[in-house]
């Protein structure tokens, strides 16, 4: 078996919109990736921080795209959410859902009642649904200023969407914060609960992901190395100010960087390029010549003189045609 990135784990713990599929399709490559990985005994438990969907669907969702996924692949936020409601209340106790029915059909599997309303709810849970209102946000409020254990599936600030990133859960969560002060208890990620759900008995994860608040941050909770694929939300500008908590081990174009050498994906020093700070940033020089992937191997020369202390860089320049063509690929300008 080659030393490539894969043979160093036993699961993937992989993220779905932006990393396996964006809204109906696929990222390319992505599915064969995840059945060659299948292929030589590392399944893929496929978790979202998305409450709005069942397992179920979710499953069938990813097999009608071509990934080896049965429901007990997927694990959701709204599982996470309801089995750290249950941990927390006694069977029978009464629960106000905001949320979609799938977050409603978790609860209930817990023992719980759900509510509607605020009068009576012990604990409020709150996962995203397209059909949210302002009625239902006032009702939760309610509840938790009435001393309601307070449980949010996700707090991300945006949702994907081919129209681009719309209000998220996070967005919804903050307007009853808002209201009611305190802060829920988080069961998706970054928090490490859904993810270490997923793992399941293995031993050797690998976080997989497109966003760094969230799948990047979610591995430095778990304890375990992530990779970035460049398919999602996440940008080069984005990974370059990254703080420490949403770092990744290694950066990939795409789920192919799993067939790779590990050392070709960590950020760090390669051949044709090199970085250093100036007083304006960073500057790029070099021609990136030998390079399977130049533009990526620049981004990882300059992520790491971008993370080795000092200030995030307030911006990027090139010195050459070579390096200002990579900066182009890459999205990043001057400033």
Known sequence: MSDDLLSRHDVLLADLDGTLYRGPDPVP?????????????????????????????????????????????????????????GEQLPSGASVLVVGTSALVDEVRAQGLQVLSDAEGAD????????????????????????????????????????????PGNGSMVQAVQNAAGGAPQVAGKPAARLLREAQGSATHPLV???????????????????????????????????????????????????????????????AGWRAERSAD????????????EPALDALRVLVAVAWDGGAAPSGVRADGAAAEAALAELGLTAG
């Not at 709150?126 to 599936?153: C, D, F, K, N």
């Not at 940033?281 to 399977?292: E, H, K, R, T």
């Open 208 to 270: 997989v992901g497109d966003r760094l608040d969230t799948d990047i941050e979610g591995g430095h909770s778990l304890g375990a190395p992530s990779l970035l694929v460049l398919t999602g939300v996440a940008d080069a500008a984005e990974l370059l100010g990254a703080p420490v908590e949403q770092r990744p081990t290694y950066i990939g174009a795409d789920m192919s960087a799993l067939f790779r050498h590990p050392d070709e994906l960590l950020p760090g020093p390669r």
């Open 123 to 166: 604990a409020v849970v709150q996962g995203h649904s397209p059909e949210t209102g302002w009625r239902q946000l006032a009702e939760a409020v309610v509840a938790i200023r009435g001393g309601a254990l307070w449980v949010a599936s996700n707090i991300d600030r945006t949702l994907p969407t081919e129209r681009g990133a719309l």
């Open 281 to 292: 940033g960073l500057v790029l020089s070099g021609d990136g010549a030998g390079s399977p």
């Open 29 to 85: 490559g992505a599915a064969d990736a995840v059945v060659a990985a299948a292929e030589r005994g590392v399944g893929t438990a496929y978790v979202t921080n998305n409450a709005s969907r069942s397992a179920a669907d979710v499953a069938h969702h990813l097999a009608e795209l071509g990934f080896p996924a049965g429901v007990d692949d997927v694990r959701t936020s709204a599982q996470a959410a309801a089995s750290l409601l």
